[in-house]
């Protein structure tokens, strides 16, 4: 399972051609697990939750698998998530299976790996794929894209629940967790009222683009949780599986996931699209002065895109 | 004037060229006006503000020009902006010139024609470009990227704030007017402490990427105001002058513009990409049959961007 994730995040073209072919023969046995997304900022708990959950998961006979997507990886080359040590139990029980996230490339190419090993990790038998994510950058919309579930994590504090809804990250959660709710149970309380509120009335006003929560099937929730001391972590299972299965009754889940899969094309393309472009050698030969002169107020923006556009269509007629 | 910018609006190819003529040659004589970013939902009273704000610029000596951006009108043709009877007294004043939202293409359209506008009205001697908005989809944003000063308009309702929050509009304001103060003065003060309380939380935690917002600098403030009796409007400027000064005075205006003009060659690089994509005739042919076992799981997402890319590339090769 390891080989074929490392076949496919290698960006050589020759593993890139083995790895479409390996992806297209697993295809047909993925798609059975249950995907959940996991976010919070730094210092929320995550990998004490997650190895609470996983152990308790395994504990009813499901097979675990943790995949991670670190956003400040891109830029370090080391992941702050994934670090095995972090979950002591999980990640030497023999029906779990732990991988940092991928430790290069761009956010979309960093989610694209994480997909595709989500896939193989499917195609291996585990049923709940959990795919964590630390709540900085962009990377909650990623993991939100590719989970049948997306559970944001909080702390009982003030303010917190303020960052999530600036972010865009409150309307994308289908539950959100106060983790920690042990050491201050009033603060837990106060911050699991504010959180429904602000669900309710994001609920109301809620963007038709983003909105995969209907009024008639199911409303956000807001669970108190000690992932340390183990308490909330059955009930907490108990809601997921209560939204799986609303979600799987009319056809939502299937829904979700063929638009997650058509957004992952076009993020692809468009990815590619912009990359081929910065490649293009007359692009590359054009493009210092073009953004020289757009800076400098000598050329207007659109009138060098024009160029720079036309410099990519000659060239490729020219070289072929 | 408006000849100008119906030749800019065009989409014919000879009146492109003839407008990017045009565009170099006025160039240098823009980038004197200030430009004044306006948004808000429906209802919150946007015409009679402007009204107000204009003709209070022009008997101080200036001239205006309005310029608006409909994201509605990009899919009705017809705008809810711009609508010269909404400013009775304004649109009929030879100091002031306003244009409705261009009514067709993508907002990525409507947003370069209207940069476009912008140029023009400032080569005519407009000292004060306003470019409003309707607070709905992503249109805030756009107008955030080409203006000097983004201000939102807020009811004093509860409510009203989350949701702008949520939309991260919030936090691209440098000025939040509280309009209709004069309807319910508690409710604006108690509007007035809430928001100001959310920009300081704001600003603590914000993003850098989006921070334009230097502690030491510029703290975005919050206005009551009352458009219909006119009163506030002259606090309104002084906020408005006070911040230019602060901005010119260490050049973060000239960086802002640099950026914005950046970022908007980019996002025309992006879109034009993308159109030429969808316009290639062998992915014309391969995207139908893509698109449809992306859809049914029978083939991954990222193998299928990666064969359109090649049709295109093969493609672009052969055709020439």
Same mark, same amino acid.
């Given at each position: 399972?390891?080989?074929?994730?490392?076949?496919? $995040?290698?960006?050589?073209?020759?593993?890139?051609?083995?790895?479409?072919?390996?992806?297209?023969?697993?295809?047909?046995?993925? !798609?059975?697990? &249950?995907?959940? *997304?996991?976010?919070?900022?730094? *210092?929320?708990?995550?990998?004490?939750?997650? $190895?609470?959950? !996983?152990?308790?998961? @395994?504990?009813?006979?499901?097979?675990?698998?943790?995949?991670?997507?670190?956003?400040?990886?891109?830029?370090? /080359?080391?992941?702050?998530?994934?670090?095995?040590?972090?979950?002591?139990?999980?990640?030497?029980?023999?029906?779990?299976?732990?991988?940092?996230?991928?430790?290069?490339?761009?956010?979309?190419?960093?989610?694209?790996?994480?997909?595709?090993?989500?896939?193989?990790? $499917?195609? %291996?038998?585990?049923?709940?794929?959990?795919?964590?994510?630390?709540?900085?950058? =962009?990377?909650?919309?990623?993991?939100?894209?590719?989970?049948?579930? &997306?559970?944001?994590?909080?702390?009982?504090?003030?303010?917190?629940?303020?960052? %999530?809804i600036k972010k865009g990250v409150m309307e994308l959660a289908d539950l959100v967790v106060i983790n920690k709710a042990d050491i201050d149970r009033d603060a837990a309380t106060r911050a699991q009222a504010q959180i429904t509120s602000a669900l309710r009335i994001?609920?109301?006003? /809620?963007?038709?683009?983003?909105?995969?929560?209907?009024?008639?099937?199911?409303?956000?929730?807001?669970?108190?949780?000690?992932?340390?001391?183990?308490?909330?972590?059955?009930?907490?299972?108990?809601?997921?599986?209560? &939204?799986?299965?609303? =979600?799987?009754?009319?056809?939502?889940?299937?829904?979700?996931?063929?638009?997650? %899969?058509? +957004?992952?094309?076009?993020?692809? @393309?468009?990815?590619?699209?912009?990359?081929? &472009?910065?490649?293009?050698?007359?692009?590359?030969?054009?493009?210092? =002065?073009?953004?020289?002169?757009?800076?400098?107020?000598?050329? %207007?923006?659109?009138?060098? +895109?024009?160029?720079?556009?036309?410099?990519?269509?000659?060239?490729?007629?020219?070289?072929?």
């Open positions: 399972m390891a080989k074929a994730i490392t076949l496919l $995040e290698s960006t050589r073209a020759d593993h890139r051609a083995q790895g479409d072919a390996l992806l297209t023969e697993l295809l047909p046995h993925t !798609g059975h697990a &249950f995907r959940l *997304g996991i976010s919070g900022v730094p *210092g929320v708990g995550k990998s004490t939750f997650i $190895e609470a959950l !996983g152990l308790h998961l @395994i504990a009813q006979g499901h097979r675990v698998a943790v995949l991670a997507i670190d956003p400040s990886s891109t830029v370090s /080359g080391g992941s702050i998530l994934g670090d095995k040590t972090r979950m002591e139990h999980l990640s030497v029980h023999p029906q779990a299976y732990i991988r940092p996230s991928p430790s290069s490339g761009t956010l979309g190419g960093v989610a694209a790996k994480t997909r595709e090993a989500m896939l193989v990790c $499917e195609a %291996a038998g585990h049923d709940v794929v959990i795919v964590e994510t630390v709540g900085v950058g =962009q990377s909650e919309t990623a993991v939100a894209g590719m989970t049948d579930m &997306f559970v944001l994590l909080q702390l009982p504090n003030a303010g917190d629940d303020l960052q %999530a994001l609920g109301q006003h /809620g963007n038709p683009e983003h909105a995969h929560h209907d009024a008639s099937h199911w409303h956000p929730q807001v669970l108190q949780l000690s992932a340390l001391k183990g308490e909330g972590v059955d009930a907490f299972w108990q809601a997921v599986t209560r &939204f799986r299965s609303l =979600q799987e009754a009319d056809g939502r889940l299937a829904s979700r996931r063929r638009h997650q %899969a058509l +957004a992952w094309m076009w993020e692809r @393309i468009e990815s590619g699209l912009k990359q081929a &472009f910065r490649q293009d050698p007359a692009v590359r030969a054009l493009l210092p =002065q073009m953004t020289n002169e757009v800076e400098q107020g000598t050329l %207007a923006a659109s009138t060098a +895109a024009r160029r720079l556009l036309d410099a990519l269509k000659t060239n490729g007629e020219r070289h072929a």
